[in-house]
Structure formats: structure tokens, C-alpha cells
T-cell receptor
């Protein structure tokens, strides 16, 4: 069975550029989560969706970050404009609606120069 | 604010040793505690614990939860180099939907 699929695997771009990260959850999973992982702060939840609706975005650092889930099989996390401090590994995870465990994708390693 | 603390931060052992990783938590309410293993990429699910005193076991790995003292342990017996990873503990609280609060992790290195 296909797991959570994220793209791109790596992204290197200059500050000020727009960055779009993509996620395809496991089929049938109706909860989707975006996390950011850094050495300093560990794994932090940014936002999560149930049935394509954002439920809690209190972890989104600032207005430069936005996330959408236009349908049950696709979500994006966008950073505009990007800054060097956004450099991190971004994970997407999915689970059955309201349930556990969450299953993680392989992440996108983002470097902002 | 929900809080999850793992100890030790890092650990170096030799193959064949037994290790115990600790996770303590403070949450307003509690629903479940999960353990994940993270090697180079995605955290992979190991165990979910909801009841005190009931051991979950998978091969050389086992885990138990103490809801009175608010902690869990993850044991690995007869460690192998393939057990080298960061082990993450996370807690789910019902007042937070199905969000997880993660601890900082324990980095385990198993030497041949």
C-alpha cells in the first residue's frame, strides 16, 4: 500500500522566493497534519485538517505560511516570501478521521539561502 | 500547555545491551501515548498505549504506560545496530482533537 507521499524531497531556494510543498495522504485517511522539524525545536505541528477543513492552525508561525486541502487526496503548504529561518524538514502525516496512529511521509528538506 | 519530556537526550550502547527510554508527560486530559522510531526519514509508528500496566510488545521492543505517575518507558533488549535511531514519544489529548504533542526525542546509537 502506498504511504503518505510528499514532494519535492529536497528544495533549495533563495530567500524571498515562494515555496510550495505537496502532500498526498494515505487513501481513506481523512485527517492530515503538517509538521516542521528542526534541531532546536523538534517536531512541531503547524496545521491539521479533518475532512479537508482546517481545524487548528495555531502552529503556523506567521502569515507567510498558508496551507490548503482542496480535496481528500491533496494538500499544499506554501511559504511566501521564504526566509532562511524557514529552513527545516517539513513532514506531512495522515490518519483515519480523528484517530491514531498518524503515518508520516518522508518529508521535504527545505533550505532557504 | 501540554508537555512531553524524554530522557535521556542521547544514549550510546553496544550490541546486545538492553536499553530503557523514558517519556513523562503533563496534559490537561489524556487519551493515548505513542512511540515512534525515526531513522533518516519519516517517523515510523511503534506502539500506542491507552491503559496503565498493559505491556505492548513487538519482538525485542516493549512499552508500558503508568497513567498515575504520568510516564511511559520503551525497552529494547539485545540491541542491534539497526536499532540506532531517534525515538519519539507523543501524547494525544482529547481536548486537542487528534493532535499529537511530541517530546524532543532520545537519540540511540548502538555500536557493534
Amino acid at each position: 500500500d502506498a504511504g503518505v507521499i510528499q514532494s519535492p524531497r529536497h528544495e533549495v531556494t533563495e530567500m524571498g522566493q515562494e515555496v510550495t510543498l505537496r502532500c498526498k495522504p494515505i487513501s481513506g485517511h481523512n485527517s492530515l497534519f503538517w509538521y516542521r522539524q528542526t534541531m532546536m525545536r523538534g517536531l512541531e505541528l503547524l496545521i491539521y485538517f479533518n475532512n479537508n477543513v482546517p481545524i487548528d492552525d495555531s502552529g503556523m508561525p506567521e502569515d507567510r505560511f498558508s496551507a490548503k486541502m482542496p480535496n481528500a487526496s491533496f494538500s499544499t503548504l506554501k511559504i511566501q516570501p521564504s526566509e532562511p529561518r524557514d529552513s527545516a524538514v517539513y513532514f506531512c502525516a495522515s490518519s483515519e478521521l480523528g484517530g491514531q496512529p498518524q503515518h508520516f511521509g518522508d518529508g521535504t528538506r527545505l533550505s532557504i539561502l | 500547555e501540554d508537555k512531553v519530556v524524554q530522557s535521556p537526550l542521547s544514549l550510546v550502547v553496544h550490541e546486545g545491551d538492553t536499553v530503557t527510554l523514558n517519556c513523562s508527560y503533563e496534559v490537561t486530559n489524556f487519551r493515548s501515548l505513542l512511540w515512534y522510531k525515526q531513522e533518516k526519514k519519516a517517523p515510523t509508528f511503534l506502539f500506542m498505549l491507552t491503559s496503565s500496566g498493559i505491556e505492548k510488545k513487538s519482538g525485542r521492543l516493549s512499552s508500558i504506560l503508568d497513567k498515575k505517575e504520568l510516564f511511559s518507558i520503551l525497552n529494547i533488549t539485545a540491541t542491534q545496530t539497526g536499532d540506532s535511531a531517534v525515538y519519539l514519544c507523543a501524547v494525544e489529548a482529547p481536548n486537542a482533537g487528534n493532535m499529537l504533542t511530541f517530546g524532543g526525542g532520545t537519540r540511540l546509537m548502538v555500536k557493534p
